[in-house]
Each structure stands twice: as structure tokens, then as C-alpha cells.
């Protein structure tokens, strides 16, 4: 893929060069536009604007929707007034809702000047909505029948509407005051006899969400169900909008990404890796690095309460980085496992008491496993005395039990009180973890050797 | 959702136990299919077979689909044969290969022995095709067209084929040797004169995928795309089957659950948590545990080495901790960072040195925020010696540049090498980078300490 683009890219540019427009105009129009943006996305930006005038008007909107935000503003300054009501014109409404909210203030009002005000009106509707909300990623483009229509005159409704595919594909059954009864899909439709009502035709259960519900809980049903798109109701079960499920994939990767980058210690960003700043990347960093810094000196004041320990049997010292390591490779392991239960909808709070038992066992059998293959090995390779063996031991296997029953109950707590629980993996695990598995050291330490 | 089916399943069981079949029925069948299973696996597994008998033959077959492997093996045991026919012939044929594929190899056979010859036929060309490949994905059930058919015909044979919904949306036109010439959307086809043969209203630039393109790389497609569905080809450009978005969407979690496993040391499984066995989780983790604290050793050796040096100066000591969890933590941001830019095909090989170069600045930036925070509090609240801070802050430095290098250059020469980057993450990074980190301090101790 990319390397047709690559060659692709100097045709162009020669191309341009050359001022052959017709034949760039001729390629152009053979492309998906998120293809045609990609390839903008790698030529000049001056070459741009002229490019994108050669585009056919519903391709020119299709492909500025896929561009990058900068190479979008670029453009976006460059058009005059009618040419950006092109664009504005051809847009959904929620591509256009996307647009108006990365772009600059003074870029918003030239877009929503040029807006018809039947989709200005729909762009400040979807504005509304939370962040992250069913109704911010919602379109209001929609088609809705009422009840009594025949199947001939919504065949004809649905040819005058002329909205894309993709919302086409499930219309949906309103009564007067606009509360969702039904559903019907375009092919049930074909198949129907011209002159049923819709009502005798429709799924009267139809599975909507509320404006308000969770973007990552509609992905959730999107994936249970098996749906292309889904109707959006109001609290008085009134169809608002509909979420498709194209803007459900870039929900769950979003949402997976986000999930990841917190259990990395990263503040998460909607922009990708290589298109962010030097200080962008570490601005969303160093926050967690400082506080983990402190974090860990808890550790190092452990370390220095146990000086004389340490003086007295400096082979313990050797052994401290394993331990700490393990009981955080435990920890993060049961919290992982929890934390993508939860955003998987697997796991729930309700299910804290099943999770750690099931921990302890698993912990039981890990910390058992570990400690028997170290004690040969410290017997075996180390060398050294059976009490230090015993006591390495002895605190590996409770680091383990101990790792793990804090890795899986955080993650649950967390979200009881209302903390993101991915915040809660490896790094803050891997902190309380570490000091932890010092006192314990210690403490068995101070029991069985004769210090 | 949850709390309504706990409710539900209540007034199941007690319908169950009073007997009132024809309420249960008229219960049932209001139900969506995944609702249906959802509840069926909170109820008792003796009620089951019983239940499902009472729903009509599509729901039955579209909730056997939904129910987990061994509510699925339980009563196909309890099948007679036309039972089993009639479920059987109710799948798809993408649903049905899920089934095959995770039954044990008797049922396997029966099944098989059900399914009428076409449908097997179907079933075990999709099972010859490599796990995580687009033709093991894929469902062969999909509608085409020869050219020259008119829209009229087109519209007939739609009727006659009667596939479902989803896979109906596109169809797609084939020239006689089967060659993918063309797409054509159910809309453009209800849209379109009666008379018009398919080759005018079709799209003749298809994009399809290789039956052997990795299912990753679907997804990633669908998600730039926009697709709904997509055509997927053999060698010779010959339709072979369609991939639909509701198992990309099955993909796009999957994919990020394996990636999110791997980061913290766990092999991926294809169960969900709660469903796993404690010996299942067991095997998952425990290796891995090993393998870390086999390597964890070597930083117990260098340690060892510097016996003296530490004895030296006890003060060391405290800060270990702290260094070697700076270090993981900045190695693991920036390889988590490079893993996930990977897995979204926003990064690749050839980036090497644009991301090498920004984790440079970045390294840059946070080891100097982090040493001067750090000085500070080793002069105000530690209050060592001038040269003891210097050591410290200089390792503190030098360790970050050094894990951000490491954790941002082994996912990226990994993937080269052919490994799976996202097993470069943190606790290999960790481990890597608590050795140097050892081995920094001490040679910068060595030269700055009187020691």
C-alpha cells in the first residue's frame, strides 16, 4: 500500500510540475478519497490547494473529511467563501460537527456562515453533547417513516432524501411526536410488497441508547450486536440521531489506545505518535514519571531503615532487584487482566470476591512454581547458606500472593470510587509493589537470619 | 442492562419451574438474540436445553451463535439429529467455521454430517485458510452479478437469494471466470432505472484484501475506509468471499486484548478472564514470570560485583529503587508508545530514525525535569553530600535517555526481525533497563565518589 503510494506520490508531483491537470484530474478521480488524502498528506502543501480544486465536488468533501487537521486548515484559509460552502455543503453533518471542533474560533464561523442553517442547526444540536457521549459521535442524518406510510411511498421518501449508504441502511419508525417504534431495514424493504403500511413490516424492538450514554458502552453493543448503526433517543425515548458503526471502530481503537497509554504511565492524546511535538509527548509524560520518582523514594526510605540489615548480610542486597521485579511482573499481570475485563464489560464490581480468589489461586500456584525454581538455583548457582535461600524464597512467594491480590483489587476499588481503573496498572502497581516486597523482605529477613 | 436481566432471569426461572411454557415463549421472542444468550448463560444449565427448544428456528439459531463454547457443546450433545439440522442450517457460514473450530472433534463430526454438501463445502474451504488470515474471517455467502444483468434481473435474484441483511448491503459484479470487476450498493440499485444494466451503476474501483492478508490489517482498512464490507480475492483477483464489519469489530478488541496482554507478560488467550481456569491463567503467566526473573538475576550479579563500592557508600543503596523505576517506566512510555503506533499502522520500520530522533528530545526534556526535581529534594530533604546529589542526578539523566533509546529502537528492530513487537514492552524494557541502569550508576559512582 504504502509503496504504490510512494511512486504514486512522484507521478503527482511531476505531474503538478508539468501542469498536466487533466490527467492528474483523471488519476485523482479513480481514488478512494481516504487514499487521495493520504497522498496529499505526503506532497508539498503548496501543491494543495491547486490539487484539490481538481477534485469533483463530492470527492473534494470526502477526501478534506480524511485529511490531517493542519493540512484541513491550510486549505480551509486558502478557499474563498463559495468554495468553502462547497465543502460545508457536501459534509455529514457529523464530519462537519468533527471539524468545526479542532479547527480554530475564527475558522469555526466562516465554516457555520456558510452552513445552511438546517445543518447549522444540526452542528450546534450535536455540539451540545458531552464529550464522549452517544450524541457527540451521533449523525442527525437519518431517515424515519411514520407508521402507517406505505412501503411504495417510503421506497420514494427514501430516493427524494438521498443521504448516504451507510445511514440508508436501517430506517427507522417514528410516531407523530417523534418516539422511536420501530425499525426497518432497506432490504426488508425491497423484498416488501408496495403497498404494506411500514408498521406490518417493521422490528418493533428496536435496541436504542440514550444521548447521554458512554461512547466506549454504544461500542460495547455495537460489538454484542452485531449492528451497523444504531438509533439515538432522547430521555423521552424521542429518535434524535443515529450512531453508524464506522465512527464505532475509531471508538474502540481510540478507546484501546487511551486504555493503553495509561497503563504505560501516558496522559492520553487524541493525536497520533509521530504527528505529536517534542513537548507535546512530553508534557502527557514527565506529570507521571515525577510522581512515580516519588513514589519510588518510599522504597529507597525503606531501604535506609533497614541500613544495618543490609551492612550485616550485604548478599541480601543481590537479590533485591528480583524480587521487586517479580512482585511487580505479578501485580501487573492481575491488574492487566482485570482492567481489560472492565473495558471488555467482562468483569464487573460485583465480581471483586470471584476475581481474587481466583487471583490467589493463580497466585498460590505461581508463587509455589517461582519459589521452587529460585531455591535451586540459589542452592545450585549462588552457593549460598540454606537460611538466605529460605528466606529469598519465603518472600518471593508472598511478594507473588501479595502482587497479585493487590493487582486485581486496585483496578476494581478504583472504579468503585469512581478512578479511571487503567490508571491503575503496572506503574502504580509496580510502586506499592516494590515497597512492599522490601518489607516483607525485611521483615522475614530479621526473623530468619541472624541479623 | 445488567440489573434489568438479573430481574429477568428471576422471573425465567420461577416461569420455568411453574411450567408456563407459552409465557416464556412470548418472552423470548421479544428478545434479541445476544440478549437471549446473555441470559441463557446466567441460568441454570439443566433449564437450557428445555428453553431453547421453545424459540423459533431463527432465534435459535442466532442465540446458539451468541452462547459461550460450553453452553454451545452441552446442547448440541442434547441435540437429536434434526435438531441439529435445523440450528445447522440456520448459521452463516462464517458463524457455523467459529463453531467447528472450537468444538471438540466429535461434534465437529456430526455437525459436519448435518450440513448440507454446499454448506459444508463452504465450511471447510474457509477452514483451509491460515488462523488471523482475511479467508478465515471471511463468509463465502455474499450475492454477484455478471455485468450485463439489469438492475431489474439484479433485484430478482437478491429476492431469490434471501442471504442476510448484513452481507446484502454491497454486491459485488464478477466477470464469468469470476474476476472482481465492480461493486454495486443496494442503494445505488434501488435508486437506479429498471432497465440499466449493472455495469453502468457500478463503482469499478474495488478495494479487496488477499484471502492470505494478515486480519489486523483488515481492520485497519475497514477503519480507513469506512467500509461496511469488503470483497476479499484469491490469487487471480476471483471473488472468494466478503469480511463484514461485525467481525472486524470482533477483530479490533481481540487484536487489542492480545496486544495489551503481551505488554504485561501474559500469553494471550482467546477466553475472556472470568471464563478462564485457575491452571489456564496459571500457564499463561508463569513462564513468563520465570523468564523475567532469570533475567532479573543478571541485575542481581552486577549488584554483587559492586559489593564494595556499595558497602562504600551505603547512601547508594536508597537510591537504586528509584533509578531502575524511572528507567522501566520511561522505557516502557516510550515503547508502548512505538508498540501502539505499530498496531495502528501509524508507525513503521522505516521511521526508525524519526522516532528514534524524537525520543532523543523527549529523553532530553524529561531527564532534565526529573534531575532537577530530584537534586532539590536530595540537597533540601535528603540533605547529601554535594557529589552523592551530582552521582544520582547525572544516573537519573543518562537512564532515561538510555531507556527511552531502548524502549523506542527494540519494538521497531523487533517487528524487523520478525518478533512480535509488543513483547518488546514493559517488562522486557524493565528488565533491560534495570541492568544498565545499575551499571550507569556504579560507573558514574566509580568516577564522581571517593569510593
Request: glycine letters at 6%.
Amino acid at each position: 500500500m504504502t509503496e504504490k503510494n510512494v511512486t504514486l506520490e512522484s507521478t503527482i508531483q511531476a505531474l503538478v510540475q508539468a501542469k498536466r491537470y487533466t490527467t492528474l484530474r483523471d488519476i485523482l478521480v479513480t481514488m478512494n478519497p481516504a487514499d487521495v488524502a493520504a497522498l496529499f498528506g505526503e506532497l508539498e502543501v503548496n501543491a494543495l490547494p491547486l490539487l484539490f480544486r481538481l477534485l469533483p465536488k463530492e470527492l473534494a468533501a470526502e477526501t478534506f473529511v480524511e485529511m490531517e487537521t493542519d493540512a484541513q486548515e491550510l486549505l480551509l484559509h486558502g478557499f474563498s467563501d463559495s468554495e468553502l460552502k462547497d465543502v460545508v455543503d457536501e459534509l455529514y453533518v457529523d464530519d462537519a460537527v468533527d471539524l468545526v471542533e479542532e479547527m480554530p474560533a475564527n475558522v469555526v464561523k466562516r465554516i457555520l456562515r456558510q452552513a445552511d442553517p438546517e445543518k447549522r442547526r444540526m452542528i450546534n444540536e450535536i455540539l451540545r453533547y458531552p464529550d464522549d457521549s452517544a450524541g457527540s459521535i451521533m449523525t442527525t442524518e437519518f431517515v424515519d417513516f411514520p407508521p402507517n406510510l406505505t412501503v411504495e411511498d417510503a421506497e420514494k421518501r427514501i430516493r427524494r432524501t438521498g443521504f448516504n449508504k451507510e445511514t440508508i441502511n436501517t430506517c427507522y419508525v417514528t410516531e407523530p411526536g417523534g418516539r422511536l417504534i420501530g425499525a426497518v431495514s432497506i432490504r426488508t424493504l425491497l423484498l416488501a410488497e408496495l403497498d404494506d403500511p411500514i408498521e406490518r413490516i417493521m422490528e418493533p424492538n428496536v435496541i436504542s441508547v440514550m444521548t447521554t450514554e458512554d461512547q466506549e458502552s454504544v461500542a460495547q453493543m455495537f460489538s454484542k450486536y452485531d449492528f451497523t448503526a444504531m438509533p439515538v433517543v432522547d430521555g423521552e425515548n424521542r429518535l434524535v440521531g443515529i450512531v453508524t458503526v464506522d465512527d464505532v471502530l475509531d471508538v474502540l481503537q481510540d478507546e484501546a489506545t487511551e486504555d493503553i497509554e495509561k497503563m504505560a504511565a501516558i496522559t492520553p492524546s487524541d493525536k497520533p505518535y509521530m504527528k505529536m511535538s517534542v513537548f507535546g509527548i512530553w508534557l502527557a509524560r514527565v506529570p507521571w514519571l515525577l510522581l512515580l520518582m516519588i513514589s519510588a523514594t518510599f522504597t529507597g526510605l525503606i531501604i535506609n531503615h533497614f541500613e544495618n540489615a543490609l551492612s550485616a548480610c550485604v548478599t541480601l542486597t543481590a537479590y533485591i532487584p528480583m524480587l521487586m521485579g517479580t512482585g511487580g511482573n505479578s501485580g501487573s499481570q492481575a491488574s492487566v487482566a482485570v482492567i481489560r475485563g472492565l473495558s471488555l464489560g467482562e468483569v464487573e464490581f460485583s465480581d471483586l470476591f470471584r476475581v481474587v480468589w481466583k487471583e490467589f489461586r493463580v497466585a498460590l500456584l505461581c508463587g509455589l512454581t517461582l519459589s521452587v525454581c529460585n531455591f535451586g538455583k540459589l542452592m545450585l548457582f549462588d552457593k549460598v547458606g540454606l537460611s538466605v535461600a529460605l528466606t529469598v524464597c519465603l518472600t518471593l512467594a508472598v511478594v507473588v500472593l501479595a502482587a497479585k491480590m493487590i493487582g486485581s483489587m486496585l483496578p476494581l476499588l478504583g472504579q468503585k470510587l469512581g478512578f479511571d481503573p487503567a490508571v491503575m496498572a503496572s506503574p502504580f502497581i509496580t510502586t506499592i509493589v516494590d515497597a512492599l516486597a522490601l518489607l516483607i523482605y525485611f521483615q522475614i529477613a530479621v526473623h530468619l537470619l541472624p541479623i
